[in-house]
């Protein structure tokens, strides 16, 4: 008898030694919020494999192969820990695989048939023959049931057969997951969240790497209107979407803004919004037990991103800022937001608060003894715990819902 279940890969947790289990269960309890809504899902945890069930297996597919943590998903037979049944598992979906080649023909047919080959992993040392043995005899049912050529060196389609001390299966194919580190185990970090195309994928990078993000917005009303903050939290609402929720602070920016760049030079009014953000943002991390701050800059990219300006911005910061992108060049984080679903949202037109106020020819080298003496006319962190404490709290649900199935 065979069962039908999604076999789900892992890399990095193998490196975690004494903290492995912990990252192993955080990628479980992740994967059940994923499929939690589907019918009859399960997650089963092996010896370095997770095993995935749902009545509706490609929508779990789907969904498990988004989880951060996770390396590869196949859809696999389960069977019993025989050569007999792994044979008829194996002809199966070769069978499975082979008709389903964009370019090929079912395997009854008199055409061409694709070639494979068969890789056996025995994890289980009580079963009795060694891994290429197990290759090799169920190589020779697939050659004998469906008359499918072998080649071992650049096949078509592999055939995978795994028996382990838990469980054995056997499957055709794989698909890619992000990799990386389960959100969770990473700690939290607050992304400060424009509406352009870097910061989403500053924030995508630090989930995948395990951090559960939070966000901070200035919205600068109405130079920016409602446009660019819907467009800011449907940006937000993505990046929710691999964790269990994620807080999205509202900062009314506006008053602030036009008090900085009265207080200084113009040329320095963008580096002096962004020690304010760092500050408030700092506020709030502060307030909400968060442990670093993140944005999306890039060396050089803008004149407020050379290494000075960069120094002179995080001096006004109390924990660390992280920044993901800080070595990408521009269409590398662009492919990237591509990919991940956030590069559409990001070019709608909609301008936000960076982009007010900014002089003709801003500064690229701000000493820090010259932002300070700009803010020392205004009380700078009476106004940073002010737009902290003043900040508008849109919560955004996630799509890991509460765990269901056992």
Known sequence: MTDRAIVVRYGELFLKGDNRPFFERTLEQNLRRAIGDLPGARVDRLHGRMLVRASDPAEAVERVRRVFGVTSVSTALLCRAELDAVASAAVACAREAAAARPTGRAVTSQGERPSFKVESRRSDKRFPLPSPEISRRVGAAIVEALGLPVDVHAPDLTVGVEIGTQATFVWSGDLKGPGGLPVGTGGRVLLLLSGGIDSPVAGWLLQKRGCELAAVYFHSFPYTGDKTREKVTDLARRLAKAQRALPLHVVHFTEAQKQLRAAGPGEIAVVLYRRMMVRVAGAIARRDHIGAIATGENIGQVASQTLENIACIEAAADRPVLRPLLTYDKTETMALARQIGTYE???????????????????????REVAEAAEAKLDVAAMADELARTAELVALSGCLTPSAGT
């Not at 949202?345 to 000493?367: G, K, M, Q």
């Open 345 to 367: 949202l990001s070019i709608l037109p909609y301008d936000d608060c960076c982009s007010l106020f900014v002089p003709e020819h801003p500064s690229t080298r701000v000493r």
